[in-house]
């Protein structure tokens, strides 16, 4: 149990690097432009944000990070490198994933709406090696004792 609670406050710690570090990088890089397709689009787009839908989204984000921390806490002890090295090669392949997800929804809409998607997958390129360094540094520090167990 003492394990599944560390693990569940590495995704929270990374949760909040994604927005106090990544938050900053995305509105100087992309916020604006991946934005400006909303308002144009309120058939598709939700620009009505309430705080339900922010709350959900935050927990839409959790688990993605939750899945993406899980996969390399599987993983990694068949990985080399040290665990940034070991970190950035699990999170490369979840962003993938999620880069080739968005592809799928983006050939679904116009040209316009998919400006949108396309910086949606901007957006992965700079969050998912900013989690996975983030992953990389925390994760043998929050699980030192484990990690020795194990040998």
Not at 4 to 32: D, H, T
Request: aromatic share 18%; charged share 15%.
């Amino acid at each position: 149990m003492k394990t599944f609670l560390k693990f569940l406050g590495l995704v929270f710690i990374l949760n909040i690097v994604r927005y106090l570090i990544g938050g900053p990088i995305e509105a100087i890089v992309l916020m604006e432009p991946m934005h400006a397709v909303l308002p144009q689009y309120p058939q598709v787009f939700d620009t009505d944000f309430s705080t339900t839908d922010f709350t959900i989204s935050l927990f839409y984000n959790f688990m993605m990070w939750l899945t993406a921390t899980w996969v390399f806490y599987i993983s990694h002890p068949q990985l080399k490198g040290n665990y940034i090295i070991k970190s950035l090669k699990v999170f490369a392949l979840m962003g993938l994933f999620f880069i080739s997800l968005a592809a799928v929804y983006m050939n679904h809409y116009t040209a316009d709406v998919k400006v949108f998607y396309l910086y949606s997958m901007l957006d992965a390129v700079i969050l998912f090696p900013l989690v996975g360094v983030a992953n990389g540094f925390l994760f043998p520090r929050i699980f030192k004792k484990e990690l020795s167990e194990a040998g």
